[in-house]
């Protein structure tokens, strides 16, 4: 097996921790654990009117398409998926892509038509089994261990009770012993409280924040999450996390789909204030194409592009493949909501800087900005983005997937 970009960028931020630039993406694949049918999305097949879901085959499809494309370091599955695309298939043995399986699936995310699951108190709950997960039977010998997935997501969702608190970290205790004995790593993921007078609304960042830590203060090396998932609760929530362990890696989840301004700006926005990981999977899997976004995700993650550029330069690639996109370049640019949990709760935030306008907005629609010229030739290579105009990055990708549709 090669290299995982993962263990790389991992090693490097520790190393490091102030001066790194990587960051980690993951898509998020694993809805299957938590909305049902609709988990795949919708079908482009569907009509008006109609409500038509894309089959799990065609979910899995998709997520074969990402894993060879690279765009991502992690690929976030349920255990079936996982069994399928990691144990049978092998589709991750010659790539950079660490596969990852969700592990447990407390009940806020049990996301069922006609149900009201996600709105009772939080309990914990695991379908999958570690042996499950790492070579698809009940019990593993060790060299079958590494067949399957060797990472893992688990969730904790804490609503400031301490009989429901105690029993999810109860329930957490037994999983990091049972993941130290099996040489299993997991991230943890954190949800806000899913009932709405847990904790008063302004309080939220400070009770998540203060629950993270000391939820991990006892556990030693061995046993703590590579990274956590979260919701990004603005500039100071995450400095605050950030300031107070900078080993202590925090990522960020994606929540509703949104516009794709609120997905780029939501990254970029938690990039400048420390967060190192993201996990998008609405986001994606509601994009108009999953390639093209997920190629911007990484671009702004990397630091190549602003987030207001790829919302520009994503509507231009739609454009060159045919795709009529769900909004308007102008409605697309706008922020609407901020990130919200799974059973559609949570907070509405604002993000602070506003989508540029005029000059901006009219190179989206012309290609070129007055004087600034025409993208660089390219060569193979990724250009240097750093020393490019806006006008020249929108040309550039135009080329690019000009390139890719055999136009050029």
């Not at 997960?133 to 997935?149: F, H």
């Not at 012993?177 to 008063?200: I, M, Q, T």
Request: neutral net charge; proline residues 5%; glycine residues 8%.
């Amino acid at each position: 097996m090669i290299q995982k970009s993962l263990d790389e960028k991992l090693s490097r931020i520790h190393a490091d921790p102030h001066g790194c630039k990587d960051f980690i993406l993951a898509d998020a694949k694993d809805a299957d654990m938590a909305l049902s049918i609709g988990a795949p999305g919708r079908s482009p097949e569907a009509h008006a009117g109609e409500v038509r879901h894309r089959s799990l085959q065609e979910f899995r499809d998709i997520i074969e398409q990402i894993v060879e494309a690279k765009l991502v370091d992690i690929m976030l599955m349920s255990a079936s998926t996982s069994e399928v695309l990691t144990i049978h298939k092998r589709i991750f043995d010659q790539s950079p892509v660490t596969p990852a399986a969700r592990v447990n699936d407390t009940t806020d995310i049990h996301i069922i038509r006609g149900s009201k699951y996600p709105t009772q108190p939080s309990l914990p709950f695991r379908t999958a089994t570690l042996d499950h997960i790492q070579c698809g039977r009940l019990e593993c010998k060790p060299e079958e261990r590494r067949q399957g997935a060797d990472l893992g997501l688990y969730s904790i969702t804490f609503n400031n009770d301490s009989v429901l608190d105690r029993e999810a970290l109860q329930q957490y205790k037994d999983f990091r012993l049972e993941a130290e004995h099996k040489g299993f790593h997991h991230f943890l993921e954190v949800f806000d409280p899913n009932r709405p007078e847990a904790v008063e609304a302004s309080k939220v960042p400070d009770f998540i924040n203060d629950a993270i830590v000391r939820t991990l203060g006892g556990v030693t090396d061995a046993g703590r999450p590579l990274f956590l998932k979260m919701v990004y609760h603005g500039p100071k929530a995450m400095e605050d996390l950030v300031h107070y362990d900078p080993h202590l890696i925090v990522g960020i989840l994606g929540g509703s789909a949104g516009t794709t301004y609120d997905a780029f700006k939501l990254l970029s926005e938690a990039k400048k204030y420390g967060a190192r990981v993201a996990l998008f999977g609405r986001k994606i899997n509601n994009a108009e194409n999953q390639l093209a976004f997920i190629r911007f995700l990484r671009l702004i993650a990397d630091g190549d592009i602003t987030a207001e550029e790829a919302v520009q330069a994503y509507h231009g690639v739609l454009q060159r493949l045919g795709i009529r996109p769900q909004r308007s370049l102008e409605e697309d640019m706008q922020l609407q909501t901020g990130v919200m949990s799974y059973g559609g709760n949570g907070t509405t935030m604002a993000l602070p800087v506003k989508p540029r306008q005029g000059k901006v907005m009219a190179a989206s629609r012309n290609g070129v900005e007055p004087g600034n010229g025409a993208a660089p030739p390219m060569n193979g290579a990724e250009p240097d983005f750093a020393s490019m105009t806006t006008a020249q990055k929108l040309a550039y990708h135009r080329q690019r997937w000009d390139r890719i549709l055999g136009k050029n």
